[in-house]
């Protein structure tokens, strides 16, 4: 079956952004020109999934009306002449089709995935979670459905961290199979570097099966006494093969003050409006340093 759906996670707090985030979407925060979830939009419309499920939460209707049109400021814009951030504009409120459905409690990805039960029906479906932002020829996500294309089952993107991050990742255990692609044999939600099964941590970039959601009704609390998508996956585990998929490209963390930051720079960076400024710029600052 072809990935049609995505579900894009957008409910957190964003309380390592404080006091930026007090009245703004963390997904909202810029890098460069272009908020953080647009980003992860483009990046399921470049890889020809257009359904798209953003979970909300209170206090991120901003998400809605940045996807949304305004009439407003395209007449003030074509009044001033000014075209290209007309057409800007008007392209971000056409990308896709997206709805949108609010987790009322913050208990856990898990069951932000849970609640789109329904809008998903019985398909596979891509998930992304926005604080990962991944900058890559070919999009991550596009990678990932060519997976799934050939294996018909849930991929999982994995990328390998040093042994003393593991507590910050869902890790898994995973044989080779194939090209960058493992067989996984097991899930773990954010272990110590001892108990860590091996070093390919979870990013944020899946896709499921439905029977992903009869797992999740049945998943208790775990870490941190919130539904865990990876504790989800691993009583999946018990009735479906699940691959990893070790993709090209590179990810920011960008749900940190610092990874957004190394994010901004590096996006800067590859642009061709700015980048080339910006890189003398920097360099005459690293003198200094
Ligand atoms: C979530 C998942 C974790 C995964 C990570 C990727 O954790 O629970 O398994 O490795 O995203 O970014 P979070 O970073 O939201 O705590």
Redesign the pocket.
């Known amino acids: 079956m072809k990935v049609r759906k995505a579900v894009v996670t957008a409910a957190?707090w964003g309380t390592r952004f404080l006091p930026a985030t007090k009245a703004q979407p963390k997904e909202m925060l810029p890098v460069v020109d272009k908020p953080l979830i647009q980003y992860i939009v483009e990046e399921a419309v470049a890889s020809g999934i257009q359904q798209i499920i953003v979970v909300t939460a209170l206090g991120k209707r901003a998400i809605e009306d940045h996807f949304d049109r305004s009439f407003d400021l395209e007449s003030a814009l074509r009044a001033k002449g000014n075209l290209s951030k007309l057409k800007e504009i008007k392209r971000v409120s056409e990308m896709g089709e997206i709805s949108y459905i609010r987790q009322k409690e913050q208990l856990?990805?898990g069951h932000a995935i849970l609640i789109t039960e329904n809008l998903v029906g019985g398909e596979p479906f891509a998930v992304f979670?926005p604080?990962?932002l991944i900058q890559s020829d070919v999009p991550a996500m596009a990678q990932m459905v060519e997976v799934f294309n050939r294996y018909q089952a849930s991929v999982v993107a994995v990328e390998r961290v040093p042994k003393e991050a593991t507590s910050?990742?869902?890790?898994v255990a995973a044989e080779p199979v194939g090209e960058r692609v493992f067989k996984v044999t097991g899930?773990v939600?954010?272990p110590s570097p001892e108990a860590a099964p091996s070093n390919l941590?979870?990013?944020?970039r899946y896709i499921l099966t439905p029977e992903i959601f009869q797992a999740l009704h049945q998943t208790g609390r775990g870490?941190?006494n919130e539904i865990?998508?990876?504790d989800g996956l691993q009583l999946l585990l018990k009735q479906q093969p699940i691959y990893a998929y070790e993709f090209t490209g590179k990810r920011h963390?960008a749900?940190t003050p610092l990874g957004l930051l190394k994010a901004s720079v590096e996006i800067a960076l590859s642009r061709s409006d700015i980048g080339p400024e910006f890189s003398a710029y920097l360099k005459d600052v690293v003198r200094w340093l």
């Open positions: 957190g856990g990805l979670l604080d990962d910050a990742y869902g890790i899930l939600e954010k941590a979870i990013v944020g870490k941190g865990q998508l990876t963390d749900g």
